[in-house]
């Protein structure tokens, strides 16, 4: 049965979303497509990788593997699903390069994906023990405690990063935390404090898109299509050339079923009649202001 042409709307509708939001090692929008592997399928091209395993282990176990053989290996053990091999090749690794915090997060992931949640927390806390800020590490330590229902936990470890990194000067990884934290304070259903550190992030970074475009999508989830435009015409003034517009933003609001962002500015414009500015942004709040537009 194929789908609608409404659900097809609405899931291309967020897939643009994402898409304009994607960037960093993802944003807080990271929780919500996390998503497992699937299991392959045997195939006749999997013999190939199979022998290609084979001399790879032996190398590694002659101790004559470079890193980028380890990495290929690794690489080989979970594309064929073979993800317990993957661990026991990856410990001995990551216990000897204690500085290759990516060696460990993979791990973790394997961890995880094997239904190990606490190998896996135990994974994720020796790298944030050395970097609590690290974003990979927080972000799948995040998704790992809302699964066995540690919300609280989850959200007061996001937020003490956070604001460690808004502290005067601003760390510019504190965008990457704001974005995580917010979707964490959505996913508990705290609209408004989402919508606060949104507009937050949006003051202290006032040449990134990304929180205005998050802020969007989240006052469109909740009915309020005037102000989804208003913030995406917002996002479209922080273009290098707000008169060129940007057409991933029109599109975006014409699958929401809002007028063209160019279109709104022209309109306004001509009813003013005057030289003033496009549809000029309506100002962000301090970032004392928590109180919600």
């Known amino acids: 049965m194929t789908e609608s042409t409404p659900r097809r709307a609405r899931l291309g509708a967020l897939l643009l979303a994402l898409a304009l939001l994607a960037g960093a090692a993802a944003s807080g929008w990271w929780l919500g497509r996390r998503q497992r592997p ?42 064929l699903n073979r ?72 959200e007061n470890q996001v937020k003490a990063a956070y604001q460690k990194a808004m502290r005067p000067p601003v760390q510019p990884q504190a965008m990457g935390l704001g974005l995580l934290l917010a979707d964490l304070q959505q996913r508990r259903g705290q609209i408004p404090a989402a919508m606060a550190t949104y507009r937050r992030l949006a003051t202290e970074f006032p040449d990134d898109q990304r929180p205005l475009i998050a802020l969007a999508l989240l006052r469109k989830q909740q009915g309020d299509r005037n102000g989804a435009l208003d913030a995406l015409n917002q996002a479209r003034q922080r273009l290098r050339d707000p008169s060129k517009g940007d057409p991933r933003l029109d599109r975006l609001a014409a699958s929401w079923g809002l007028a063209s962002l160019r279109g709104q500015d022209a309109g306004a414009s001509n009813r003013t009649g005057s030289g003033e500015s ?14 919600s537009r």
């Open 278 to 291: 496009r549809t000029a942004p309506t100002p962000a709040p301090s970032p004392q202001d928590g109180s």
């Open 83 to 154: 993800r317990q091999e993957a661990i026991a090749v990856l410990e001995p690794l990551a216990d000897r390069e204690p500085d290759r915090w990516s060696l460990r997060l993979l791990l973790a992931e394997l961890r995880r994906d094997q239904g190990d949640r606490a190998g896996a927390q135990r994974e994720l806390r020796m790298i944030l023990n050395r970097r609590s800020d690290q974003m990979e590490a927080l972000q799948l330590m995040t998704l790992l405690q809302l699964e066995q229902g540690q919300g609280n936990q989850a």
């Open 38 to 79: 699937p299991a392959t399928t045997p195939t006749p091209a999997n013999a190939r990788l199979e022998r290609e395993v084979r001399s790879l282990r032996q190398q590694l176990q002659g101790q004559q593997a470079s890193p980028a053989e380890q990495q290929r290996l690794l690489e080989l053990l979970v594309a």
